[in-house]
């Protein structure tokens, strides 16, 4: 199975509705009772039973709803206000609790980010549902739980948009959370021939689940009982459970074409989204012939946050896609919670894998296992391709399959095709110990290299080597967490060293949210198996949390332009865990850099909050394209807007008003003088009051000896909202040779609130 650009999580919470009931005199409302299970009578046999008659001695028609066994004795139930002061008084009884309604916190998600532990926090959900997301993707199926419009009022009178009619898709698919969904397929078609309808839908519906998938993590309903195959159960939910759905497929089985995006997105500026979420990568080798950071431009000259998926390139530096810096470009991180399944070997020694797969194994009994390089008709047979295995020397066998070139899902396939009852999935050197879950058809368990290696050891030192593999479960509380996914894209930036990306991270790894009825959770033709949710991983699925995140924003914020939404979510992001320690790179296992997370890991909560925020507009972003050198030519390519940047003006990229920084600097054998040179930079920066009045003072965090940071002034006092104040960084650095980087960390604060920005040095 393919990493997209792009999954969502899991909390275990029951939410109950209050469901008028008709034609009785006195209303019903659920109630939770607590039982003192050690006072249960002697003549019950279990404790439900005594539970149903306590509950029949108060009320003849009442039923339960729910039983509960672990973290309390009880039930739930739904009684008149009469009988709940009657139950009260019945033996055994503890409490009589009225069920109060909860904003979910859901999916392991907003748990993982926060959200559920400050809900006075969140915008409240009249201000969240005049939000829309739009996103551009695969489609929508429609019939997802996830675009349930229950609880939601008419839709936001801004709204232009349509839900456009198609194959197996018509006006009535879309509701007031799936409130717009469109088609956009010309230059495809022009590539390719017409659609295909006996293949894919030539409408908005979504044939491959990935649109479903990114448009439910951003701002999917609460739906509960959720998961895949029993895996991560729980409520799913988008980040954004209150705000509006506006799908555009641009993406079919052929590929994305940039004239489709294009039009997407001016479509979705016209239709009134207020955020916009691409996990499209690519893109060319300049801003004004990329057509997503062309569109992105368009969007956000009208007030449009876009947010982008940073790439599945990683963790080869300077591998990242959706760069410009009015992109929100978003890399991917893990959540505390992960699919172990153990592989025990013929010596007796268990090691721990991940996998999805929920279907039978063959035996508990150790069974032979081969190397598929050894079992190949192909010199690259390690890598279980297509018609590679030898049936005679499979059959019966668990085969070992290295990780690369085809599908991890589809090694099994062939592993199953070729008779092989089990696979264990090996990561060599390019993967490290990277491990994603995948619902594989067969028994699989993957692992990194460490046991990778280990295991081939076992199978060269034994002439009859065995093994056997259980089923999976799912673990929560995974420590460390959040790590850097080894996929994620890394930055330098390939275009603009001055300008720090990606800007952050979020979850993107094993994340649940919605999916199409049409495939099954691999995608595999030979997929028979049809899910409602689907886990997936890729930075695809980072990018609609981040949008679902900024469009709490906006919502608590309407007035703030998408450079203040997205400064906020930055400056509030997180670099070190709670004991103090730096984030890990998975695919190294030692502290990653601002290359690999940008500011840090979102936080949410702290970014409704965060008292400063670097603003920016289409006049800084003209400027940083004056300062590239573009002519007016280039800027009109990119921007559609007639510039000639003023020859006797200074453009520094240094000033851009970013909120973090980057810094190229000369190595000894680019200057004069060599070993012991000194360069200077400056860059200035503008800081907007967003919270109080306040003082803010500055801090560097830096154990740099090679660079020496100067700030101007050290202190910045704001009197009223929305005032601005202007200071001057200087780097003063060594020459070092060249390929060396460093990093260090800015910080602002008023003794509430932290505005932090990562530092970054590179000498070229």
Known sequence: MKIYNFMLAFLTVFHFHVIAEEGQQ???????????????????????????????????????????????????????????????????????????????????????????????????????????????????????????????????????GQCEVGDNF???????????????????????????????????????????????????????????????????????????????????LGGCFGSDIVAAIEKAVEDGVNVLSMSIGGGLPDYYRDPVAIGAFGATAHGILVSCSAGNGGPSPGSLSNVAPWITTVGAGTLDRDFPTYITLGNGIKYRGVSLYNGKHSSDLLVPVVYAGSVSNSTSGNLCLPDTLVPTKVAGKIVICD???????????????????????????????????????????????????????????????????????????????????????????????????????????????????????????????????????????????????AALVKAEHQEWSPAAIRSALMTTAYATYSDGGDIEDVATGTPATPFDYGAGHVNPVAALDPGLVYDAGVQDYLGFLCALDYSAEQIKLATNMDLTCNPNKHYNLGNVNYPSFAVPLQTASGRRGGVGVSSTVKHTRTLTNVGAPATYTVTVSSKLSSVKILVEPQSLRFSKAYEKKTYTVTFIAASLPSGTTSFARLEWSDGKHIVGSPIAFTWT
């Open 403 to 549: 990780r690369g070139s085809n599908p991890r899902v589809q090694k099994g396939q062939v592993v199953k095709d070729a008779g092989g009852v089990g696979m264990i999935l090996t990561n060599t050197d390019s993967y490290g110990e990277e491990l994603v879950a995948d619902a594989h058809l067969l028994p699989t368990a993957a692992v990194g290299q460490k046991i990778s290696d280990a295991i081939k050891n076992y199978l060269k030192s034994n002439t009859n080597p065995t093994a056997k593999i259980s089923s999976g479960r799912t673990e929560l509380g995974i420590k460390p967490s959040p790590v850097v996914a080894a996929f994620s894209s890394r930055g330098p930036n390939p275009l603009t060293a001055e300008i720090l990306k990606p800007d952050l991270i979020a979850p993107g790894v094993n994340i649940l949210a919605g999916w199409t009825g049409r495939v099954g959770p691999t995608g595999l033709d030979s997929d028979k198996r049809r899910v409602s949710f689907n886990i997936i991983s890729g930075t695809s699925m980072a990018c609609p949390h981040v949008s679902g995140l």
């Open 26 to 160: 006195q209303p019903k409302s659920t109630y939770i009772i607590r039982m003192d299970k050690s006072n249960m009578p002697a003549s019950f046999e279990d404790h439900v039973q005594w539970y149903g008659s306590s509950l029949q001695s108060v009320s003849d028609s009442a039923d339960m709803i729910y039983t509960y066994h672990n973290v309390i004795h009880g039930f739930s139930t739904r009684l008149t206000a009469e009988e709940a002061q009657l139950f009260e008084k019945q033996p055994g009884v503890l409490s009589v609790l009225p069920e109060l309604r909860y904003e979910l916190h859901t999916t392991r998600t907003p748990e993982f980010l926060g959200l559920g532990k400050s809900d006075t926090l969140i915008p409240a959900s009249d201000r969240l549902s005049d939000v829309i997301v739009g996103v551009l993707d695969t489609g929508a199926w429609p019939e997802s739980k996830s675009y349930d419009d229950t609880g939601l009022g008419p839709v936001p009178s801004g709204w232009k």
């Open 170 to 252: 018509n006006s009535s698919n879309c509701n007031r959370k799936l409130i717009g969904a469109r088609y956009f397929s010309k230059a495809y078609e022009a590539a390719f021939g017409d659609v295909d309808n006996k293949v894919e839908s030539k409408s908005p519906r979504d044939d491959d689940g990935h649109g479903t998938h990114t448009s439910t993590t951003a701002a999917g309903s609460a739906t509960a009982e959720a998961s895949l195959f029993g895996y991560a159960t729980g409520t799913a939910r988008g980040m954004a459970d209150k705000a509006r759905i506006a799908t555009y497929k641009v993406c079919w």
